[in-house]
């Protein structure tokens, strides 16, 4: 019978580790390596939906975690007494269309930094396989973008290429909105 229970100890920790629990199952302890094969990667459920590249999700352990998508930007909600700029209600509401309460990865870039100074996470946002953020290029509602004082992230190259081709056919608020908010 010891054998068993431990046994069962064993289990819940490995699933918990690996994040196969359900929502609200106990977790023995948090997980110590992401579960993706890309180092740093994180998986979370996405909880809310802040503008068109920033989210909150919840990892496997239940703890909330903010995201700054990387390499985009997308035109600003109004906030602190400042307007909204063109397009930023689409973006947002596209951004929750396509990952509100859906399993995401958020894939680190081996160039920037882990984290921005308001402690939200930096990454590229992907679900089921799909970059996330040039999808949202690609549909003319966010431009490629970096910190001109940061190095160039890797995909800002495939990224900046969408943003001319969308651009160039005024796709999405390309087709309303000047520079998307700049």
């Known amino acids: 019978m010891v054998h068993a229970a431990a046994a069962g100890t064993v289990l819940v ?3 918990a580790l690996a994040g196969c629990l359900p929502s609200g199952a ?11 094969p890309s180092a740093g990667t994180v998986q979370l459920r996405v909880t809310k939906i802040a503008d068109g590249d920033t989210f909150t999700g919840t990892d496997a352990a239940g703890r909330k975690v903010k995201v700054r998508m990387l390499s985009i930007d997308a035109p600003e909600l109004a906030h602190d007494g400042n307007r909204a700029a063109c397009g930023s209600s689409e973006a947002a509401a596209r951004l929750h269309e396509l ?19 308001y402690g939200r996470r930096l990454g590229y946002v992907e679900r089921d396989g799909r970059d996330i953020g040039l999808r949202l290029i690609e549909e003319g509602l966010v431009e490629a973008w970096y910190p001109s004082s940061e190095p160039r992230p890797e995909r800002f190259g495939v990224y ?10 005024h796709v ?3 087709a309303t909105c000047p520079g998307l908010g700049r």
């Open 172 to 174: 999405g608020s390309w």
């Open 13 to 15: 920790a490995s699933l």
């Open 160 to 169: 900046s290429t969408a943003e001319r081709a969308a651009r160039d056919k």
């Open 26 to 36: 106990p977790a023995t302890s948090p997980p110590s390596a992401p579960r993706s």
């Open 99 to 117: 990952i509100f309460g859906e399993q995401v990865s958020v894939v680190p870039d081996p160039k920037a930094d882990a984290v921005d100074r």
